[in-house]
């Protein structure tokens, strides 16, 4: 593959310590095949990538990004949505700074991002992002918004529940539901613990009650 430029469809197949290593090496090294070898992995089965040699690929990643500042002109869509999947706490500046300067599909790809990669210290980001020209990008701010019961935005939500773009007012009205309902249902306090709860990543109660029950049977 590293001589011809073919087998990709081998190599998806195949997600192992030794694929992931080639992987990480083609990007390192070839950088006239980076965006083949990029949507290669952008398409590779989602399950796949828990897998722990995954971290391989993050500072390769990172240095083209690094190489490449975000910019009015898309190009790092693909790298972002893999280092959102695969990276840690090392990533987060970077979807930070596209959050800020990005080109408006890659400020949309990493606030959708966001659903499996929040951190507290990108509340600002979100914030401003309600605010964002781009309709989709608005969109997907409110529904991390709502998702992650971010009490401090609710002024702004609450004016684009009157937004223009049907999906923006859609997903802002969506965002005010869910924290009313949370609100109006918990007891004094446990509001604050579930945005606690949701912005850590701590699966729902239940849904470890579920996940427990099935490791029985």
């Not at 401003?128 to 781009?134: R, V």
Request: hydrophobic share 40%.
């Amino acid at each position: 593959y590293e001589e011809t430029g073919e087998g990709e469809g081998v190599l998806q197949k195949h997600f192992n310590d030794e694929t992931l290593d080639m992987w990480a090496r083609l990007l390192r090294t070839r950088p006239d095949r980076r965006y083949r070898v990029t949507q290669c992995l952008a398409y590779a089965h989602v399950n796949r990538w828990q897998h722990p040699q995954s971290s391989v690929l993050v500072k390769p990643l990172l240095d083209i990004v690094a190489k490449e500042p975000a910019g009015p002109v898309p190009g790092h869509g693909t790298e972002l949505g893999i280092l959102s999947r695969v990276g840690g706490a090392e990533v987060v500046p970077v979807l930070a700074r596209f959050l800020r300067e990005g080109h408006r599909g890659e400020r949309e790809l990493v606030m959708r991002a966001l659903h499996s990669r929040f951190e507290p210290s990108l509340v600002p980001d979100v914030l401003k992002a309600l605010e964002d020209s781009e309709p989709r990008v608005r969109a997907a701010a409110c529904s991390v918004v709502g998702e992650f019961l971010l009490f401090d935005a609710l002024p702004e939500v609450r004016k684009l529940a009157g937004d223009a773009d049907a999906e923006v007012s859609r997903q802002a009205a969506r965002a005010l539901a869910e924290i009313d309902v949370t609100h109006t249902t918990s007891p004094p306090g446990e509001a604050e613990t579930e945005q606690q709860r949701r912005a850590s990543g701590d699966p729902d109660p239940a849904a470890r009650l579920v996940e427990a029950l099935k490791e029985i049977a």
